[in-house]
């Protein structure tokens, strides 16, 4: 683990998660393969940086996606779609125990008990990093669905503008 903390962490490819976390010197845990990051940002500040180096507002991609999926709330975010980079919320982002997951990493999940009866999942990333979370299955799945679905219709338009170009 990196011990340093950083001032600022730009998502990437890499990124597998961001967590929150309330340490006196830093608001996040960003989940690499390579390693794990502190940094001061909450998770929401780097998400909405994030999508504006993208090419958008978070604002906006939230608008959109709640317009095209029908979601309203814990609305899956395409960061940067030209580089795939999608996340999903596990909680409503105004909420500190939001963490957000890239969806392009995931290699599985399934349901997990805590030992005090708490419903909760462990997702399992392609690189064999397990992240066990207090978050129900149920709730999980339905975020990877929303954000396939996400994914599915912030694509199309970009294929068809390629057919179109391509026609002439």
Request: charged fraction near 20%; hydrophobic fraction near 35%; glycine fraction near 4%.
């Amino acid at each position: 683990m990196n011990k340093d903390v950083l001032t600022n962490y730009e998502v990437n490819k890499n990124t597998l998660a961001l967590l929150p976390t309330f340490q006196p010197d830093y608001n996040t845990i960003a989940i690499e393969p390579c390693g794990e990051y502190q940094i001061r940002k909450t998770p929401l500040q780097l998400i909405k940086h994030a999508c504006l180096e993208g090419g958008s507002s978070y604002e906006g991609r939230r608008e959109a996606v709640a317009y095209l999926i029908g979601a309203k709330n814990k609305v899956p975010i395409p960061i940067n779609p030209l580089e795939q980079i999608y996340a999903f919320p596990t909680h409503s982002p105004k909420q500190f125990e939001c963490s957000w997951i890239f969806q392009h990493h995931i290699r599985s999940l399934k349901p997990h008990s805590f030992p005090n009866q708490t419903k909760g999942s462990i997702i399992t990333f392609k690189n064999n990093f397990q992240l066990t979370l207090p978050i129900s299955y149920y709730t999980i799945e339905k975020q990877m669905q929303r954000t396939s679905y996400c994914m599915i219709r912030f694509s199309q338009p970009l294929f068809d503008l390629a057919k179109t170009e391509l026609s002439y």
